[in-house]
Antibody
Framework: QVQVVQSGAEVKKPGASMKVSCKAS????????IHWVRQAPGQGLEWMGI????????SYAQKFQGRVTMTRDTSTSTVYMELSSLRSEDTAVYYC????????????WGQGTLVTVSS | QSVLTQPPSASGTPGQRVTISCSGS????????VNWYQQLPGTAPKLLIY???QRPSGVPDRFSGSKSGTSASLAISGLQSEDEADYYC???????????FGGGTKLTVL
């Protein structure tokens, strides 16, 4: 069965970097895009970017350009999202999710990773 | 301020029919398909409707979606207590070259 499992919660200091992993199983990893979406406490969903695991192509939301890097490791079917220069406003739950068609119909989501940025 | 506009809240009693609207523009809803997500408290979002009106396997037919021009709607009939959740619309935006979400609608079952 399809599974998308993310790494555990993290606490970071302002100015530091974070790196969240997203391990996929139960399907052909390179056949599906992976998106990253975040949700600040009590707020709505915010798209961060997309990775094409077959060719390592990425596209990021303008808001995160220069601060975010998304990569993939096909040998372990894992996608990584690294966000640098963290500030308190980056405190959020970060989700990865699978996209079968490129039309943003995200059919399988990770469980979410809470990242807290605090001094 | 979200690119797609949803009412912040909606409510209904068990058995009622409720609709949630999602308003956008020609660069997103007008030119692309709309997806809807349901987020139960403390859980990851779940795909509820894709390609405007298609239901993934396992989603009850009480949930339906529609789109007209630059707006879309999610309808829930035969409202149940377990439908109490946040609902988000989403669509690709050609101007932003990325997907956008609505601000979310909190549905309360009275």
């Amino acid at each position: 069965q399809v599974q998308v499992v993310q790494s555990g919660a993290e606490v970071k200091k302002p100015g530091a970097s974070m790196k969240v992993s997203c391990k996929a199983s139960g399907y052909t990893f390179t056949n599906y895009y992976i998106h990253w979406v975040r949700q600040a406490p009590g707020q709505g969903l915010e798209w961060m970017g997309i990775v094409n695991p077959s060719g390592d192509r990425t596209s990021y939301a303008q808001k995160f350009q220069g601060r975010v890097t998304m990569t993939r490791d096909t040998s372990t079917s894992t996608v990584y999202m690294e966000l640098s220069s963290l500030r308190s406003e980056d405190t959020a739950v970060y989700y990865c999710a699978r996209d079968p068609s490129g039309k943003f119909a995200l059919d399988y989501w990770g469980q979410g990773t809470l990242v807290t940025v605090s001094s | 301020q979200s690119v797609l506009t949803q009412p912040p809240s909606a409510s209904g009693t068990p058995g009622q029919r409720v609709t949630i609207s999602c308003s956008g523009s020609s660069s997103n809803i007008g030119d692309n398909t709309v997806n809807w997500y349901q987020q139960l408290p403390g859980t990851a979002p779940k795909l509820l409707i894709y390609r405007n009106n298609q239901r993934p396997s396992g989603v009850p037919d009480r949930f339906s979606g529609s789109k007209s021009g630059t707006s879309a709607s999610l309808a829930i009939s035969g409202l149940q207590s377990e439908d109490e959740a946040d609902y988000y619309c989403a669509a690709w935006d050609d101007s932003l070259n990325g997907p956008v979400f609505g601000g979310g609608t909190k549905l309360t079952v009275l």
